[in-house]
């Protein structure tokens, strides 16, 4: 998890699901992959990126029992839907 620590660090602790997905899209950006092989990629992190931060504890029980119940079809709908936001080049406030 090493590779992980650089990036989870940034925060004290997550405490929102978007907050771990945001995290899992960040990760997933460095590496040197392109299009459908960075989705899923993201989608088989997410869980192995949740499992560091509850083992760090940078997540509450609360929000890894979250993160545990998820679907592989509803972790690839929310790294999209992250993504999606990234791509926006309106400013929101």
């Known amino acids: 998890m090493d590779k992980f620590d650089n990036f989870i ?3 004290d602790n997550y405490n929102t699901i978007l907050s771990v ?4 899209c960040e990760i997933t950006e460095k590496e040197k992959m392109t299009g459908s092989d960075k989705l899923i990629y ?11 931060l509850h083992r760090q504890e940078k997540i509450s029980e609360e929000l890894w029992e979250q993160c545990e ?6 972790i ?9 936001l990234w791509n926006k080049t309106v400013p929101i406030l």
């Open 69 to 74: 119940k998820l679907s592989e079809n509803e």
């Open 21 to 24: 997905f945001n995290l899992v």
């Open 42 to 52: 993201a989608t088989q992190m997410f869980h192995v990126v949740a499992k560091e």
């Open 9 to 11: 660090s940034k925060h």
């Open 76 to 84: 690839q709908s929310y790294v999209t839907d992250v993504i999606d």
